[in-house]
Protein backbone atom coordinates (compact mmCIF):
# COMPACT_ATOMS: atom_id res chain seq x y z
CA UNK A 1 0.00 0.00 0.00
CA UNK A 2 1.03 3.40 -1.16
CA UNK A 3 -1.02 5.74 1.17
CA UNK A 4 -0.09 8.48 -0.97
CA UNK A 5 -2.68 7.02 -3.70
CA UNK A 6 -5.46 6.98 -1.51
CA UNK A 7 -8.20 9.58 -1.98
CA UNK A 8 -8.46 10.38 1.68
CA UNK A 9 -4.70 10.91 1.42
CA UNK A 10 -4.86 13.56 -1.81
CA UNK A 11 -8.12 15.02 0.42
CA UNK A 12 -5.53 15.98 2.56
CA UNK A 13 -3.35 17.58 0.04
CA UNK A 14 -5.93 20.30 -0.15
CA UNK A 15 -6.90 20.55 2.86
CA UNK A 16 -2.99 21.74 4.15
CA UNK A 17 -3.40 24.31 0.93
CA UNK A 18 -6.48 25.76 2.40
CA UNK A 19 -4.87 25.97 5.83
CA UNK A 20 -1.74 27.85 4.40
CA UNK A 21 -2.93 31.22 4.88
CA UNK A 22 -4.70 30.75 8.20
CA UNK A 23 -3.51 30.92 11.72
CA UNK A 24 -4.12 29.11 15.02
CA UNK A 25 -5.63 32.55 16.59
CA UNK A 26 -8.23 32.93 13.80
CA UNK A 27 -9.40 29.09 14.53
CA UNK A 28 -9.97 30.38 17.91
CA UNK A 29 -11.70 33.06 16.99
CA UNK A 30 -14.29 31.30 14.15
CA UNK A 31 -14.67 28.80 17.17
CA UNK A 32 -14.99 30.48 20.81
CA UNK A 33 -15.42 26.57 21.95
CA UNK A 34 -12.80 25.24 19.95
CA UNK A 35 -10.58 24.48 23.31
CA UNK A 36 -13.76 22.05 24.33
CA UNK A 37 -14.13 20.49 20.70
CA UNK A 38 -10.43 19.54 20.36
CA UNK A 39 -9.73 18.17 24.28
CA UNK A 40 -9.93 14.69 24.67
CA UNK A 41 -9.72 12.13 27.39
CA UNK A 42 -8.56 8.72 28.03
CA UNK A 43 -7.23 6.78 31.06
CA UNK A 44 -7.38 9.63 33.10
CA UNK A 45 -5.05 11.58 30.38
CA UNK A 46 -6.24 14.72 28.74
CA UNK A 47 -4.91 15.85 25.67
CA UNK A 48 -5.85 19.46 24.09
CA UNK A 49 -5.45 19.63 20.72
CA UNK A 50 -6.90 22.88 19.80
CA UNK A 51 -3.05 24.99 19.85
CA UNK A 52 -2.61 23.08 16.30
CA UNK A 53 -3.03 24.05 12.89
CA UNK A 54 -5.75 22.08 12.06
CA UNK A 55 -9.64 22.53 12.01
CA UNK A 56 -12.63 19.91 12.75
CA UNK A 57 -12.69 18.78 9.12
CA UNK A 58 -9.14 18.37 9.03
CA UNK A 59 -9.54 16.11 12.02
CA UNK A 60 -12.13 14.29 10.26
CA UNK A 61 -10.34 13.70 6.84
CA UNK A 62 -6.78 12.45 8.88
CA UNK A 63 -9.12 10.29 10.61
CA UNK A 64 -10.96 8.97 7.32
CA UNK A 65 -7.11 8.43 6.66
CA UNK A 66 -6.72 6.35 9.23
CA UNK A 67 -9.51 3.86 8.60
CA UNK A 68 -8.81 3.54 4.62
CA UNK A 69 -5.20 2.22 5.56
CA UNK A 70 -6.88 -0.21 7.90
CA UNK A 71 -6.02 1.17 11.25
CA UNK A 72 -8.44 -0.80 12.83
CA UNK A 73 -8.09 -4.62 11.48
CA UNK A 74 -4.44 -3.87 11.81
CA UNK A 75 -5.04 -2.71 15.40
CA UNK A 76 -7.38 -6.28 16.43
CA UNK A 77 -3.80 -8.00 14.96
CA UNK A 78 -1.59 -6.05 17.17
CA UNK A 79 -3.95 -6.44 20.49
CA UNK A 80 -4.75 -10.43 19.45
CA UNK A 81 -1.27 -11.28 19.21
CA UNK A 82 -0.77 -11.91 15.60
CA UNK A 83 2.63 -11.93 13.88
CA UNK A 84 2.98 -8.15 13.00
CA UNK A 85 6.32 -8.32 13.22
CA UNK A 86 6.54 -9.36 9.34
CA UNK A 87 10.23 -9.54 9.07
CA UNK A 88 11.04 -11.75 12.19
CA UNK A 89 7.57 -13.73 12.05
CA UNK A 90 6.37 -12.61 15.25
CA UNK A 91 3.58 -11.24 17.28
CA UNK A 92 4.44 -7.61 18.98
CA UNK A 93 2.23 -8.66 22.16
CA UNK A 94 3.92 -6.29 25.10
CA UNK A 95 0.24 -5.62 25.89
CA UNK A 96 -0.37 -9.06 26.78
CA UNK A 97 2.06 -8.10 29.96
CA UNK A 98 -0.85 -5.78 31.49
CA UNK A 99 -4.19 -7.20 29.75
CA UNK A 100 -4.88 -10.58 29.95
CA UNK A 101 -4.79 -12.65 26.48
CA UNK A 102 -7.65 -14.15 25.58
CA UNK A 103 -5.60 -17.39 25.14
CA UNK A 104 -5.33 -19.29 28.24
CA UNK A 105 -2.11 -20.81 28.24
CA UNK A 106 -0.49 -17.68 27.54
CA UNK A 107 -2.44 -16.36 30.34
CA UNK A 108 -1.15 -18.46 32.82
CA UNK A 109 2.16 -18.60 31.87
CA UNK A 110 2.52 -14.30 31.76
CA UNK A 111 1.18 -14.23 35.05
CA UNK A 112 2.91 -17.19 36.86
CA UNK A 113 6.25 -15.49 35.35
CA UNK A 114 4.84 -11.99 37.24
CA UNK A 115 3.83 -13.33 40.64
CA UNK A 116 7.40 -14.75 40.57
CA UNK A 117 9.59 -11.83 39.79
CA UNK A 118 7.10 -9.47 42.13
CA UNK A 119 7.30 -11.72 44.60
CA UNK A 120 11.08 -12.08 44.95
CA UNK A 121 11.07 -7.93 44.89
CA UNK A 122 8.81 -7.96 47.75
CA UNK A 123 11.55 -10.45 49.45
CA UNK A 124 14.33 -8.12 49.10
CA UNK A 125 12.15 -4.89 50.15
CA UNK A 126 11.69 -6.81 53.17
CA UNK A 127 15.32 -7.48 53.79
CA UNK A 128 14.52 -11.49 53.68
CA UNK A 129 16.90 -11.69 50.60
CA UNK A 130 20.33 -11.52 51.74
CA UNK A 131 24.10 -11.69 50.62
CA UNK A 132 27.18 -13.95 51.32
CA UNK A 133 27.65 -12.81 55.14
CA UNK A 134 23.60 -12.38 55.94
CA UNK A 135 23.80 -9.01 55.37
CA UNK A 136 20.07 -7.84 53.71
CA UNK A 137 20.54 -6.14 50.12
CA UNK A 138 19.85 -2.74 50.22
CA UNK A 139 21.50 -1.65 46.81
CA UNK A 140 20.67 -2.76 43.31
CA UNK A 141 22.58 -2.05 40.24
CA UNK A 142 20.52 -2.54 36.90
CA UNK A 143 22.83 -3.46 34.38
CA UNK A 144 20.70 -3.18 30.75
CA UNK A 145 21.00 -1.10 27.39
CA UNK A 146 18.24 0.26 25.48
CA UNK A 147 14.56 -1.03 26.27
CA UNK A 148 16.14 -2.99 28.87
CA UNK A 149 17.21 0.39 30.90
CA UNK A 150 15.40 3.45 29.63
CA UNK A 151 11.59 2.20 30.70
CA UNK A 152 12.73 1.08 33.65
CA UNK A 153 14.46 3.72 34.50
CA UNK A 154 12.49 6.51 33.11
CA UNK A 155 9.33 4.72 35.32
CA UNK A 156 11.63 4.29 38.54
CA UNK A 157 12.34 8.03 38.58
CA UNK A 158 9.24 9.05 37.56
CA UNK A 159 7.58 7.66 40.86
CA UNK A 160 9.75 8.97 43.03
CA UNK A 161 12.77 8.78 45.77
CA UNK A 162 13.13 6.02 47.81
CA UNK A 163 15.45 5.58 50.68
CA UNK A 164 15.58 1.55 50.62
CA UNK A 165 16.43 -0.58 48.48
CA UNK A 166 18.27 1.73 46.85
CA UNK A 167 18.07 0.96 42.81
CA UNK A 168 20.74 1.97 40.31
CA UNK A 169 21.40 2.20 36.53
CA UNK A 170 24.32 1.09 34.53
CA UNK A 171 24.05 1.01 30.54
CA UNK A 172 26.75 2.94 28.62
CA UNK A 173 30.11 1.43 28.10
CA UNK A 174 32.39 4.14 29.21
CA UNK A 175 33.51 2.95 32.42
CA UNK A 176 32.46 5.79 34.14
CA UNK A 177 28.78 4.85 33.82
CA UNK A 178 28.81 1.68 35.82
CA UNK A 179 31.78 3.48 37.94
CA UNK A 180 29.14 6.24 38.93
CA UNK A 181 26.35 3.49 39.91
CA UNK A 182 28.56 1.29 42.19
CA UNK A 183 30.18 4.41 44.19
CA UNK A 184 29.33 3.76 47.83
CA UNK A 185 27.92 0.21 47.11
CA UNK A 186 28.39 -2.47 49.98
CA UNK A 187 29.61 -5.24 48.10
CA UNK A 188 28.22 -7.56 50.96
CA UNK A 189 24.36 -5.89 50.35
CA UNK A 190 24.87 -4.93 46.40
CA UNK A 191 22.91 -7.07 43.97
CA UNK A 192 24.13 -7.19 40.55
CA UNK A 193 20.37 -7.21 37.86
CA UNK A 194 21.52 -7.65 34.49
CA UNK A 195 18.70 -7.31 31.68
CA UNK A 196 19.35 -8.09 28.34
CA UNK A 197 17.06 -10.09 25.97
CA UNK A 198 19.56 -12.27 24.70
CA UNK A 199 22.14 -12.16 27.14
CA UNK A 200 24.52 -11.55 24.82
CA UNK A 201 24.22 -7.93 24.34
CA UNK A 202 28.06 -6.65 24.29
CA UNK A 203 27.85 -3.36 26.68
CA UNK A 204 25.77 -5.19 29.21
CA UNK A 205 27.80 -8.27 29.39
CA UNK A 206 30.76 -6.37 29.52
CA UNK A 207 29.28 -4.18 32.29
CA UNK A 208 28.27 -7.72 34.14
CA UNK A 209 31.40 -8.93 34.25
CA UNK A 210 32.97 -5.23 35.67
CA UNK A 211 31.14 -5.48 38.01
CA UNK A 212 31.22 -8.74 39.25
CA UNK A 213 34.92 -7.91 39.13
CA UNK A 214 34.22 -5.25 41.48
CA UNK A 215 32.29 -7.57 43.54
CA UNK A 216 35.20 -10.31 43.78
CA UNK A 217 37.83 -7.55 44.27
CA UNK A 218 36.01 -6.30 47.18
CA UNK A 219 34.83 -9.22 48.80
CA UNK A 220 37.01 -12.15 48.28
CA UNK A 221 34.72 -14.31 50.09
CA UNK A 222 31.64 -13.96 48.43
CA UNK A 223 29.59 -16.27 46.45
CA UNK A 224 28.70 -14.44 43.42
CA UNK A 225 25.41 -16.36 43.12
CA UNK A 226 23.90 -14.45 46.30
CA UNK A 227 24.46 -11.39 44.52
CA UNK A 228 23.22 -12.01 40.76
CA UNK A 229 19.76 -11.67 39.60
CA UNK A 230 19.21 -11.92 35.22
CA UNK A 231 16.26 -11.26 33.36
CA UNK A 232 16.34 -12.66 29.79
CA UNK A 233 14.30 -14.30 26.82
CA UNK A 234 17.40 -16.83 26.93
CA UNK A 235 17.38 -18.59 30.94
CA UNK A 236 20.37 -21.06 29.49
CA UNK A 237 22.77 -18.39 28.28
CA UNK A 238 21.84 -17.07 32.15
CA UNK A 239 22.67 -20.28 34.01
CA UNK A 240 25.72 -20.98 31.84
CA UNK A 241 26.67 -16.98 33.18
CA UNK A 242 26.61 -18.49 36.88
CA UNK A 243 23.55 -17.19 37.79
CA UNK A 244 21.25 -19.48 39.60
CA UNK A 245 18.29 -20.64 37.94
CA UNK A 246 15.89 -19.53 40.67
CA UNK A 247 16.91 -15.84 40.13
CA UNK A 248 16.30 -15.75 36.28
CA UNK A 249 13.19 -14.06 35.54
CA UNK A 250 12.15 -14.87 31.48
CA UNK A 251 9.97 -13.40 29.53
CA UNK A 252 8.88 -14.06 25.64
CA UNK A 253 10.57 -13.31 22.71
CA UNK A 254 7.68 -11.83 21.27
CA UNK A 255 8.32 -9.08 23.73
CA UNK A 256 10.40 -5.90 22.00
CA UNK A 257 12.95 -4.23 23.89
CA UNK A 258 11.72 -1.02 23.84
CA UNK A 259 7.86 -2.44 24.99
CA UNK A 260 9.31 -4.89 27.88
CA UNK A 261 8.71 -2.27 30.89
CA UNK A 262 6.03 -4.22 31.74
CA UNK A 263 7.79 -7.57 32.00
CA UNK A 264 9.87 -8.92 34.07
CA UNK A 265 12.39 -6.14 33.11
CA UNK A 266 10.56 -3.89 35.28
CA UNK A 267 12.15 -5.64 38.30
CA UNK A 268 13.39 -2.71 39.28
CA UNK A 269 11.01 -0.67 38.93
CA UNK A 270 8.91 -3.45 41.66
CA UNK A 271 12.03 -3.52 44.17
CA UNK A 272 11.95 0.50 44.28
CA UNK A 273 8.72 0.94 44.39
CA UNK A 274 6.92 -2.55 45.37
CA UNK A 275 4.11 -4.84 43.48
CA UNK A 276 1.30 -2.21 43.87
CA UNK A 277 2.92 0.32 42.52
CA UNK A 278 3.62 -2.10 39.63
CA UNK A 279 0.72 -3.48 39.72
CA UNK A 280 -0.93 -0.39 39.17
CA UNK A 281 1.43 0.43 36.40
CA UNK A 282 -0.28 -2.56 34.47
CA UNK A 283 -4.00 -1.45 35.06
CA UNK A 284 -2.91 2.51 34.00
CA UNK A 285 -1.53 0.91 30.65
CA UNK A 286 -4.38 -1.54 30.34
CA UNK A 287 -7.15 1.39 30.71
CA UNK A 288 -5.76 3.35 27.72
CA UNK A 289 -5.54 -0.58 25.67
CA UNK A 290 -8.78 -0.97 26.23
CA UNK A 291 -9.50 3.06 25.05
CA UNK A 292 -7.52 1.99 21.77
CA UNK A 293 -9.25 -1.01 21.23
CA UNK A 294 -12.60 0.37 21.56
CA UNK A 295 -12.87 4.64 21.39
CA UNK A 296 -14.13 4.92 18.23
CA UNK A 297 -11.55 6.60 16.10
CA UNK A 298 -12.92 10.13 15.94
CA UNK A 299 -12.67 10.26 19.93
CA UNK A 300 -9.36 7.78 20.31
CA UNK A 301 -6.51 9.29 21.47
CA UNK A 302 -3.54 7.82 20.59
CA UNK A 303 -5.38 7.73 17.02
CA UNK A 304 -5.73 11.58 17.04
CA UNK A 305 -2.16 11.80 18.36
CA UNK A 306 -0.67 9.58 15.72
CA UNK A 307 -2.47 10.78 13.06
CA UNK A 308 -1.49 14.67 13.76
CA UNK A 309 2.38 13.12 13.35
CA UNK A 310 1.65 11.97 9.92
CA UNK A 311 0.07 15.70 9.56
CA UNK A 312 2.90 17.54 10.42
CA UNK A 313 5.42 15.06 8.97
CA UNK A 314 4.17 14.51 5.71
CA UNK A 315 1.85 17.53 5.14
CA UNK A 316 4.07 20.38 6.62
CA UNK A 317 7.32 19.32 6.28
CA UNK A 318 8.12 19.02 10.08
CA UNK A 319 10.84 16.81 10.41
CA UNK A 320 11.37 16.89 14.31
CA UNK A 321 9.18 16.98 17.35
CA UNK A 322 9.48 18.84 20.81
CA UNK A 323 8.71 16.53 23.94
CA UNK A 324 8.85 19.46 27.12
CA UNK A 325 7.40 17.99 30.59
CA UNK A 326 6.96 20.63 33.24
CA UNK A 327 7.94 17.53 35.74
CA UNK A 328 11.25 17.10 36.89
CA UNK A 329 10.51 13.17 37.80
CA UNK A 330 9.56 13.00 34.06
CA UNK A 331 13.02 14.52 32.76
CA UNK A 332 13.76 10.83 30.80
CA UNK A 333 10.68 10.86 29.25
CA UNK A 334 12.29 12.19 25.71
CA UNK A 335 15.47 9.85 26.00
CA UNK A 336 12.50 7.30 26.41
CA UNK A 337 10.67 8.29 23.44
CA UNK A 338 13.31 8.44 20.98
CA UNK A 339 14.05 4.83 20.96
CA UNK A 340 10.65 4.10 21.22
CA UNK A 341 9.90 6.21 18.20
CA UNK A 342 12.90 6.51 16.04
CA UNK A 343 13.56 2.84 16.52
CA UNK A 344 9.99 1.49 15.79
CA UNK A 345 9.66 4.51 12.87
CA UNK A 346 12.78 4.96 11.59
CA UNK A 347 12.32 2.80 8.48
CA UNK A 348 13.14 3.39 4.75
CA UNK A 349 10.97 0.39 3.21
CA UNK A 350 7.61 -0.45 4.20
CA UNK A 351 6.19 -3.50 4.90
CA UNK A 352 6.63 -5.92 1.76
CA UNK A 353 10.51 -4.18 0.87
CA UNK A 354 9.26 -1.42 -1.02
CA UNK A 355 11.37 2.10 -0.82
CA UNK A 356 9.52 4.70 0.84
CA UNK A 357 8.36 7.70 -1.29
CA UNK A 358 7.45 9.59 1.90
CA UNK A 359 8.78 10.25 5.20
CA UNK A 360 8.44 8.52 8.50
CA UNK A 361 9.96 9.41 11.58
CA UNK A 362 11.00 12.82 12.45
CA UNK A 363 13.62 13.49 15.17
CA UNK A 364 12.05 13.77 18.25
CA UNK A 365 14.02 15.71 21.13
CA UNK A 366 13.10 17.47 24.51
CA UNK A 367 14.35 19.03 27.88
CA UNK A 368 12.32 19.44 31.23
CA UNK A 369 10.64 22.49 31.71
CA UNK A 370 11.35 24.81 32.98
CA UNK A 371 14.46 24.48 32.03
CA UNK A 372 13.91 24.48 28.79
CA UNK A 373 12.22 27.88 28.75
CA UNK A 374 16.13 29.15 29.03
CA UNK A 375 17.41 27.01 26.55
CA UNK A 376 15.57 25.40 23.79
CA UNK A 377 12.44 28.10 23.64
CA UNK A 378 14.14 31.28 22.32
CA UNK A 379 14.80 28.93 19.03
CA UNK A 380 10.97 27.48 19.22
CA UNK A 381 9.89 30.84 19.40
CA UNK A 382 12.01 32.69 17.01
CA UNK A 383 13.46 30.48 14.70
CA UNK A 384 13.35 30.54 11.25
CA UNK A 385 11.36 27.19 11.24
CA UNK A 386 8.62 25.76 13.54
CA UNK A 387 8.22 22.62 15.73
CA UNK A 388 5.54 20.89 17.01
CA UNK A 389 5.60 20.09 20.54
CA UNK A 390 4.08 17.67 23.02
CA UNK A 391 3.96 20.24 26.83
CA UNK A 392 3.02 17.59 29.47
CA UNK A 393 2.02 18.96 32.74
CA UNK A 394 0.78 17.59 36.26
CA UNK A 395 -2.92 18.28 37.27
CA UNK A 396 -2.53 17.91 40.89
CA UNK A 397 0.17 20.83 40.79
CA UNK A 398 -2.49 23.30 39.88
CA UNK A 399 -4.00 22.87 43.22
CA UNK A 400 -0.70 22.12 45.44
CA UNK A 401 0.47 23.96 48.23
CA UNK A 402 3.90 24.41 46.76
CA UNK A 403 3.95 27.53 44.80
CA UNK A 404 7.07 26.20 42.47
CA UNK A 405 4.91 23.58 41.91
CA UNK A 406 1.51 25.66 40.60
CA UNK A 407 4.94 27.87 38.65
CA UNK A 408 4.71 24.75 36.60
CA UNK A 409 1.63 24.78 35.11
CA UNK A 410 1.38 28.36 34.66
CA UNK A 411 4.71 28.13 32.78
CA UNK A 412 3.49 25.33 30.43
CA UNK A 413 0.64 27.10 29.46
CA UNK A 414 1.85 30.57 29.18
CA UNK A 415 4.32 28.95 26.74
CA UNK A 416 1.86 26.92 24.54
CA UNK A 417 -0.47 30.32 24.59
CA UNK A 418 2.59 32.11 23.40
CA UNK A 419 3.63 30.18 21.13
CA UNK A 420 0.49 29.95 19.55
CA UNK A 421 -0.62 33.19 19.47
CA UNK A 422 3.14 34.81 19.78
CA UNK A 423 3.69 38.63 21.21
CA UNK A 424 0.39 39.73 20.46
CA UNK A 425 -0.96 38.61 23.69
CA UNK A 426 1.44 40.98 25.07
CA UNK A 427 -1.15 43.97 23.32
CA UNK A 428 -0.90 46.63 21.09
CA UNK A 429 2.42 48.51 20.17
CA UNK A 430 5.24 48.15 17.67
CA UNK A 431 8.42 46.43 18.39
CA UNK A 432 11.55 46.01 17.36
CA UNK A 433 12.34 43.08 14.69
CA UNK A 434 14.19 41.44 17.09
CA UNK A 435 11.63 41.15 19.53
CA UNK A 436 9.15 40.06 17.54
CA UNK A 437 7.99 36.58 18.64
CA UNK A 438 5.44 35.89 15.16
CA UNK A 439 3.36 32.58 17.05
CA UNK A 440 0.91 29.84 14.73
CA UNK A 441 3.86 27.41 16.09
CA UNK A 442 1.79 24.41 17.27
CA UNK A 443 1.66 22.67 20.52
CA UNK A 444 -0.38 19.50 22.12
CA UNK A 445 -0.79 19.99 25.79
CA UNK A 446 -1.43 16.32 27.74
CA UNK A 447 -2.17 16.75 30.97
CA UNK A 448 -1.66 13.31 33.47
CA UNK A 449 -3.68 14.12 37.03
CA UNK A 450 -1.23 13.13 39.20
CA UNK A 451 2.47 11.52 39.01
CA UNK A 452 1.61 7.75 39.85
CA UNK A 453 2.24 4.73 38.70
CA UNK A 454 -1.76 4.28 36.84
CA UNK A 455 -1.25 7.60 34.95
CA UNK A 456 2.18 6.89 33.91
CA UNK A 457 1.56 3.48 32.69
CA UNK A 458 -1.14 4.90 30.80
CA UNK A 459 0.96 7.88 29.61
CA UNK A 460 3.51 5.13 28.19
CA UNK A 461 1.05 2.98 26.51
CA UNK A 462 -0.61 6.19 24.57
CA UNK A 463 2.78 6.74 23.34
CA UNK A 464 3.12 2.85 22.18
CA UNK A 465 0.10 3.19 20.50
CA UNK A 466 0.15 6.52 19.40
CA UNK A 467 3.96 5.65 17.36
CA UNK A 468 1.84 2.02 16.07
CA UNK A 469 -0.70 4.46 14.23
CA UNK A 470 2.18 6.16 12.35
CA UNK A 471 3.36 2.77 11.46
CA UNK A 472 0.18 1.93 9.87
CA UNK A 473 -0.40 4.47 8.12
CA UNK A 474 3.38 4.66 6.50
CA UNK A 475 2.83 0.89 5.55
CA UNK A 476 6.05 -0.05 7.74
CA UNK A 477 6.81 -2.85 10.43
CA UNK A 478 7.64 -0.74 13.53
CA UNK A 479 8.71 -3.96 15.40
CA UNK A 480 12.27 -4.19 14.07
CA UNK A 481 15.54 -2.78 14.30
CA UNK A 482 17.90 -3.72 11.93
CA UNK A 483 19.42 -0.64 11.38
CA UNK A 484 21.06 -1.54 15.23
CA UNK A 485 22.37 -4.84 14.25
CA UNK A 486 24.70 -3.18 11.69
CA UNK A 487 27.31 -2.01 14.26
CA UNK A 488 26.95 -5.33 15.90
CA UNK A 489 28.10 -7.27 13.44
CA UNK A 490 30.77 -4.33 11.87
CA UNK A 491 32.32 -4.57 15.97
CA UNK A 492 32.65 -8.49 16.17
CA UNK A 493 33.91 -8.76 13.05
CA UNK A 494 36.59 -5.82 13.61
CA UNK A 495 37.12 -7.87 17.19
CA UNK A 496 37.63 -10.85 15.46
CA UNK A 497 39.92 -9.58 13.03
CA UNK A 498 42.20 -8.49 15.69
CA UNK A 499 42.32 -11.68 17.23
CA UNK A 500 39.70 -11.10 20.78
Not at 168 to 195: E, K, M, Q, Y
Not at 376 to 384: I, K
Not at 408 to 422: I, K, S, T, V
Request: glycine share 8%; with cysteine.
Amino acid sequence: MNPTELPEWQALVQRRRALDDIRIAELFDDDPRRTERFTFEAASLVADLSRNLLDAGTLQALVALARSAGLEQQRDQLLAGAPVNVTEGRPAWHTALRSPPADPLWAHRLAAERERFLEFAEQLRAGSVTGTVGLPLDTVVCIGIGGSDLGPRLVTEALGPVSRPRVRFAANLDPADLDRALAGANPHTTLLLSISKSFSTLETVENLQAALHWLKARGPDLDPTRHLVAVTSQPARATAFGIDPTRVFTFPEWVGGRYSLWSACGLGIAIAHGRLAFTELLEGAAQLDAHFAHAPLQANLPVLLGMLGVWYVNFWNAHSRAVIPYAHRLRRLPSYLQQLEMESLGKRVDRAGAPLAIDTAPVVWGEVGTNAQHSVFQFLHQGTGWVPLDILTVAQNRTGVERRLRLLNEFARAQADALAWGDELLGPGARPPHAVAPGNRPSTLISLPQLDARAIGALLALYEHRTFVQSVIWNINAFDQWGVEIGKQLLARRTQDAGG
